[in-house]
Every structure is written in structure tokens, then in C-alpha cells.
């Protein structure tokens, strides 16, 4: 783990951050998955981390979650006022760049066939979610708008478990990782706003608070897992490049 920064690291930092800072500001932050949009803004941030440690990686998530606080502010929406907190528009953001090169590091020094094992657990437990969503949606017919993408991803994510069984050990590694940290961002992020802005939340979307807390932390599942399926695709390819590079 570096402890001091060189002019190359700074380049990488102003590098990830850039595009993190475009992801922000544009169209191409955002995937359109028929009504959903899974933002791809929090892959860089998990690239830099993996690839260049926790140091880079906290820094290029501290230019997102400073590109957070400045579109809140000067794009404002009713439910903005959430990331004028920094604990909710930085710090989860900060986190997430020292996150995914502590799992990653650890992930790495499972011994032999553990981590395809676990790694197949994990997609089997990612693809048992999002049945259990469509056979929801298609039982009580609320979200059917949501169908397809779920559909979509539940393909992608059983594709995924194939390849990854056929992976090196360090792709295992990376895909797990980059999905855990997705996942845990989004839970920082959206416990921030249950902890601290619940009642402002549900008023300014108009949501009953009885389901405030479904509500919220169902968004991990709708958006979280695309995002998170999004955040493998990428990084995976992202790293197994830069790996190529540098031997």
C-alpha cells in the first residue's frame, strides 16, 4: 500500500476523477435499463482503488462525492437537500475507494478451489434475488415495468456464474469484490438517508412513511444489483487490462 503520492499517481488521480466528474455531469453516467437507470459513476472509483490501492482509490472518491455535492447544489431535484450532508454525499463515496482493494487483497489469498465455491455461491444468491423480484412483480403485478431489465440481469448475472467458474483467480477477485463494493455503497448511502432525512425523504417522493424503510432500502435491489452487475462487467476488463500492461 502506497503511503506517499509520485507525479504519477497524481496524473491517475486527476485521470479517474475527470472521468468520474463526466460520468457525473453527463448521460453517460447513467444506463438506461427500460424505466431504471444504473449510474456507472462509482466504477472508477473501484478501478482506481484495485489497481492503485486504497490511497488513489480514497482520493478519486473523494472527487465523486465532491462532483455529488456540486450537483445537488447547482442541479438541484426535490430530493437533492439529502447530499448537501457530507456524510451522505462524501464520505460513503470516500469509502468506497479504500473498500474494494481490502476485499480484493483478501479475496486473493483464498486458497484453492474456496473462492470458486464461494463465488458461485455468490451469483447463485445474486441470480435467487432477482427471481424471487420477477415472480413478485409477475405475482402482484406492481412494477411491471421492472420486468424486463430484472429479466435482462438474471441472464447477465447466470452468464456471469459461467465465466467466472472458467475465470483466473484474480478476475474471481475482482468480480466479487467490485459487486460487494457496489453493494455496500449504495447501503451507505441510502442508510445515510434513512438515519438522517427519512421523514424529508418520503414527503419530498410522496411515499407513505409506513413504507419509508422498504422503500429506500428496496432501491439497493432495483438499482444496487444492476449497478453492481454494471461495476463486474467493466472493472473486470478494466483490470485484466491494466494486469496485461504492467507485465
Known sequence: ????????????????????????????????????NA?????????????????????????????SLWNAITRPTVISFVFYNPLIS??????????????????????????????SAFWIVIAAILVFNIVSIQTS???????????????????????????????????????????????MVLGGIYLFFVDRYVEALEIPIQAARGT???VIITSGIPEGILAVLVTTAVVSAVSKMNK
Request: charged fraction near 10%; charge should be positive; avoid cysteine.
Open 1 to 36: 500500500m502506497k503511503k506517499k503520492l509520485n507525479t504519477r499517481d497524481l496524473v491517475v488521480v486527476a485521470m479517474l476523477g475527470a472521468i468520474t466528474v463526466v460520468l457525473g455531469l453527463t448521460p453517460l453516467g447513467f444506463v438506461p435499463l427500460g424505466p431504471l
Open 39 to 67: 449510474t456507472t459513476m462509482h466504477i472508477p472509483v473501484i478501478v482506481a482503488s484495485i489497481t492503485q490501492g486504497p490511497l488513489i482509490g480514497g482520493l478519486v472518491g473523494l472527487i465523486f462525492g465532491l462532483s
Open 90 to 119: 462524501i464520505l460513503p463515496r470516500v469509502l468506497l475507494g479504500i473498500i474494494p482493494y481490502y476485499l480484493y487483497t483478501n479475496l486473493r489469498k483464498i486458497q484453492g478451489d474456496k473462492l470458486k465455491k464461494l463465488i
Open 141 to 187: 403485478g406492481v412494477g411491471k415495468e421492472n420486468l424486463i431489465p430484472f429479466i435482462i440481469f438474471l441472464l447477465v448475472s447466470l452468464v456471469l456464474m459461467f465465466l467466472s467458474l472458467r475465470a483466473r483467480k484474480n478476475q474471481e477477485a475482482v468480480m466479487i469484490s467490485s459487486f460487494l463494493s457496489t453493494i455496500l455503497h449504495s447501503g
Open 216 to 218: 429506500i432500502f428496496g
